[in-house]
């Protein structure tokens, strides 16, 4: 079983930034991947981007190049760098993990709440 931490959410001002941090546990086999997801208000959650076992990234919805996902120096650590923050960037954002061997998220953190007032 994957358990996923977010911290580093938070109020700030339009054209602020903040940085996300994702602690998840070790995956002890096997390929893997871990990222980041937004839900918006009344949204379904969407992929904002991914690291894989090799630490290769892929951005889905980086937020018009706002947003960056890397992976910290502790290698269970994901963290999403948001920059340029607007109010519609509001959300809660989760980290998830997929099953060994896929990159199928079936594992989700609690969420960490991001509010971006104009």
């Known amino acids: 079983h994957v358990r996923l931490v977010e911290s580093g959410g938070g109020s700030v001002q339009s054209g602020g930034s903040l940085r996300l941090s994702c602690e998840y546990s070790e995956y002890t086999y096997g390929s893997y991947c871990v990222a980041w997801f937004r839900r918006g208000p009344g949204e379904g959650r969407t992929l904002i981007g991914y690291i894989d076992d090799m630490g290769r990234v892929t951005h889905d919805d980086n937020r018009e190049g706002r947003f960056t996902v890397s992976q910290g120096n502790a290698k269970n650590t994901l963290y999403l760098q948001m920059n340029n923050l607007k109010p519609e960037d509001t959300g809660v954002y989760f980290c998830?993990?997929?099953?060994?061997?896929?990159?199928?998220?079936?594992?989700w953190g609690r969420g960490t709440q991001v509010t971006v007032s104009s």
């Open positions: 998830a993990g997929s099953d060994p061997t896929t990159c199928d998220f079936n594992y």
